[in-house]
């Protein structure tokens, strides 16, 4: 099915390991997203990638960094993991049309301990 | 800039009665406007949207929303409440640009 693919879906890591989270979308769409979900907050954005080779900061990018590989992916790195960024994580994706809408992957839940 | 309040963080119903979620935007433009449900362990889907047409709009599993300027609303309605229908709801609303901006949720139990 057409959709957006995140992996992994589960990741346990350890304080100060790294990971990348991968991201890819199929529906041949400019934007991408990554949003954090925590109990309370809601979603947040990480980061955004507007287009092919564009890269913007959203509302909580501190500890992570991106990369807009191609149309189809968008990885979130964690460089050094802190129990902070404990979450789960998820990958959308978008038109830029307005009205469009987001699709979203199915996640991937982190533990950082 | 635009933002959306979800009203209650936690609602509870029981089945069969009456589901209202509440939503209530803020846009310096006429907004475009969304409901994801998410379900446990899950991503967020579609549930509706309204795009400017018909202001009373209908969704999947018997969800509609309608949509009132005058009081900046976009509630979701559902006349009668299933089990299936536990999970959490986000509104969100698209304004000068194409991305959204999304409520915090709310939280909705069914209680048999």
């Known amino acids: 099915n057409a959709g957006v693919t995140q992996t992994p879906k589960f990741q346990v890591l350890k304080t100060g390991q790294s990971m990348t989270l991968q991201c890819a979308q199929d529906m041949n769409h400019n934007s991408m997203y990554w949003y954090r979900q925590d109990p309370g907050m809601g979603l947040r954005l990480i980061y955004y990638?507007?287009?092919?080779?564009?890269?913007d900061k959203g509302e909580v990018p501190n500890g992570y960094n991106v990369s807009r590989l191609n149309k189809r992916e968008f990885s979130l790195r964690l460089e050094s993991a802190a129990p902070s960024q404990t979450s789960v994580y998820f990958c959308a994706s978008s038109e830029e049309i307005r009205g469009y809408g987001y699709t979203f992957g199915s996640g991937t839940r982190l533990t950082v301990v | 800039a635009q933002s959306v309040t979800q009203l209650g963080s936690h609602v509870s119903v029981s089945e069969g009665a009456l589901v209202l979620l509440r939503c209530n935007y803020s846009?310096?433009?006429?907004?475009?406007l969304f409901w994801y449900v998410q379900y446990p362990n899950q991503g967020l889907q579609l549930l509706l949207k309204?795009?400017?047409?018909?202001?009373l709009v209908k969704g999947i599993n018997g969800f509609e929303a309608e949509f009132k300027k005058s009081e900046t609303s976009f509630h979701l309605t559902k006349p009668s409440a299933h089990m299936s229908d536990a999970a959490e709801y986000f509104c969100a609303v698209g304004a000068g640009s194409y991305q959204l901006t999304f409520g915090k949720g709310t939280k909705l139990s069914v209680i048999p």
């Open positions: 309204y795009t400017s047409a018909a202001t």
């Open positions: 846009s310096s433009v006429p907004p475009y």
């Open positions: 990638s507007a287009s092919e080779g564009t890269t």
